[in-house]
């Protein structure tokens, strides 16, 4: 993870905002599967990735959260994993031209791991080792295990990434709010969550996503990841609010001040990779780079 600790000396890193609702905006409709523009739509993708780098993005994240092998074939597109995966690399690679990394996502894989599901581990195993070598090979920087609500399925991720390579992982889950507090749809709690992460190897914790949670939401959350994860790098990725659902579609209402704001309030209470989730624009990380610049 050598070149993630010495950018933090820095200061704060940046990460980008959304994809997947970007691509809406661009034209993808509901149920397509947003990682097959990689190779049928290169150009739609490689401009939101540029946009993100010209709004001050440090980290590029590969359009490939559902790339999973075993997501693919569900899609009817298992015959194309590998160019979907190394292409969603090579796209980002490409506009980041020695100014951001790249991060190659990885996002749940769409079932649940035996005895809850019907997956084998070692099926889930063997994907993960062909994803991750076709984002080696690809030229991948660090990889982002992302949204997890599993810690069986995260800690998988996390060893399979680690074995493969030398390079920072970077592991979050997605919480939602309930009477007990914050867990993932499995139950689990934030320091449950972060222990896992930790446990396996991640060189970064926290959250991204969500649901149903404001900005305030995510604070409270990123204070009990900071507090759970006893000064391991934190990330923290809010969606920009909680979605508003018109005929039209799903409408985020956070603005980029709202977003600055928020980014300035989690990097004072100690994380250090900030970025956007689900609705968030180019324009939302443009005012959160601001910040992160006059804080440097």
Same mark, same amino acid.
């Given at each position: 993870?050598?070149?993630?600790?010495?950018?933090?000396?820095?200061?704060?890193?940046?990460?980008?905002?959304?994809?997947?609702?970007?691509?809406?905006?661009?034209?993808?409709?509901?149920?397509?599967?947003?990682?097959?523009?990689?190779?049928?739509?290169?150009?739609?993708?490689?401009?939101?990735?540029?946009?993100?780098?010209?709004?001050?993005?440090?980290?590029?994240?590969?359009?490939?959260?559902?790339?999973?092998?075993?997501?693919?074939?569900?899609?009817?597109?298992?015959?194309?994993?590998?160019?979907?995966?190394?292409?969603?690399?090579?796209?980002?690679?490409?506009?980041?031209?020695?100014?951001?990394?790249?991060?190659?996502?990885?996002?749940?894989?769409?079932?649940?791991?035996?005895?809850?599901?019907?997956?084998?581990? =070692?099926? !889930? *195993?063997? /994907?993960?080792? +062909?994803?991750?070598?076709?984002?080696?090979? @690809? $030229? %991948?920087?660090?990889?982002?295990?992302?949204?997890?609500?599993?810690?069986?399925?995260?800690?998988?991720?996390?060893?399979?990434?680690?074995?493969?390579?030398?390079?920072?992982?970077?592991?979050?889950?997605?919480?939602?709010?309930?009477?007990?507090?914050?867990?993932?749809?499995?139950?689990?709690?934030?320091?449950?969550?972060?222990?896992?992460?930790?446990?396996?190897?991640?060189?970064?914790?926290?959250?991204?996503?969500?649901?149903?949670?404001?900005?305030?939401?995510?604070?409270?959350?990123?204070? =009990?990841? !900071? *507090?759970? /994860?006893?000064? +391991?790098?934190?990330?923290?990725?809010?969606? @920009? $609010? %909680?979605?508003?659902?018109?005929?039209?579609?799903?409408?985020?209402?956070?603005?980029?001040?709202?977003?600055?704001?928020?980014?300035?309030?989690?990097?004072?209470?100690?994380?250090?990779?900030?970025?956007?989730?689900?609705?968030?624009?180019?324009?939302?990380?443009?005012?959160?780079?601001?910040?992160?610049?006059?804080?440097?």
């Amino acid at each position: 993870m050598n070149w993630l600790r010495e950018a933090l000396k820095k200061g704060p890193i940046v990460s980008d905002g959304a994809m997947g609702t970007m691509l809406f905006r661009s034209g993808m409709l509901p149920g397509e599967c947003s990682e097959h523009w990689n190779v049928k739509r290169p150009e739609v993708v490689a401009s939101i990735h540029r946009q993100y780098v010209e709004s001050g993005s440090m980290l590029l994240t590969t359009n490939t959260f559902g790339a999973s092998p075993l997501a693919l074939e569900r899609h009817g597109l298992s015959g194309l994993a590998e160019e979907i995966n190394k292409r969603g690399v090579e796209i980002a690679k490409e506009v980041a031209c020695g100014k951001a990394r790249v991060m190659a996502s990885i996002g749940p894989f769409g079932g649940f791991l035996e005895p809850v599901g019907e997956t084998p581990v =070692e099926d !889930l *195993r063997s /994907a993960l080792r +062909h994803q991750i070598s076709w984002f080696l090979d @690809a $030229g %991948a920087d660090a990889v982002e295990i992302e949204t997890m609500v599993d810690p069986n399925e995260l800690e998988l991720a996390v060893e399979v990434a680690r074995a493969q390579a030398d390079w920072p992982i970077i592991a979050t889950f997605a919480f939602k709010k309930t009477p007990s507090g914050f867990r993932t749809i499995m139950g689990t709690t934030v320091s449950e969550a972060m222990t896992a992460a930790i446990g396996a190897g991640a060189d970064a914790v926290g959250a991204n996503c969500g649901t149903a949670l404001d900005l305030d939401d995510y604070l409270v959350l990123a204070l =009990e990841c !900071l *507090r759970a /994860a006893q000064g +391991h790098i934190v990330a923290v990725q809010p969606n @920009a $609010g %909680a979605p508003r659902m018109t005929e039209s579609g799903a409408v985020y209402s956070v603005t980029p001040g709202d977003m600055a704001d928020w980014a300035l309030r989690a990097i004072e209470a100690g994380v250090s990779v900030i970025g956007g989730c689900c609705g968030t624009t180019p324009e939302h990380l443009k005012a959160m780079a601001k910040v992160v610049k006059q804080i440097q």
